[in-house]
């Protein structure tokens, strides 16, 4: 869901767990992320986004396991 900065809290907690990757929205109001780092700090990433920020309205959050890309950092996709 677009418009409850659910981008930026989700770098926020990215880069407080060391993980890796990026987050960006869809024109459809769909946020796509891919997360990179240790399974747990993942995991924990995961949750976050299954819950979001507050006044997020989070309908399901679909998993998909590929191989690293070797990300450097967390940020904001635009575009």
């Known amino acids: 869901m677009q ?3 659910f981008r930026g809290s989700t770098e926020e907690a990215a880069r ?3 993980v890796r990757g990026w987050v960006r929205n869809l024109p459809d109001g769909r946020v796509e ?3 990179e780092g240790e ?3 993942v995991e924990a990433l995961l949750a ?3 819950r979001g920020p507050p006044h997020a309205r989070v309908e ?3 998993v998909f396991e590929e191989p690293p890309e070797g990300l ?3 940020r ?3 575009g």
Do not use: D, K, L
């Open 16 to 18: 407080s767990a060391g």
């Open 72 to 74: 450097p950092a967390f």
């Open 3 to 5: 418009g409850v900065w």
């Open 76 to 78: 904001i996709r635009h």
């Open 60 to 62: 399901r959050v679909e």
């Open 39 to 41: 399974r747990e700090a």
């Open 33 to 35: 992320a891919v997360f």
């Open 48 to 50: 976050f986004c299954r």
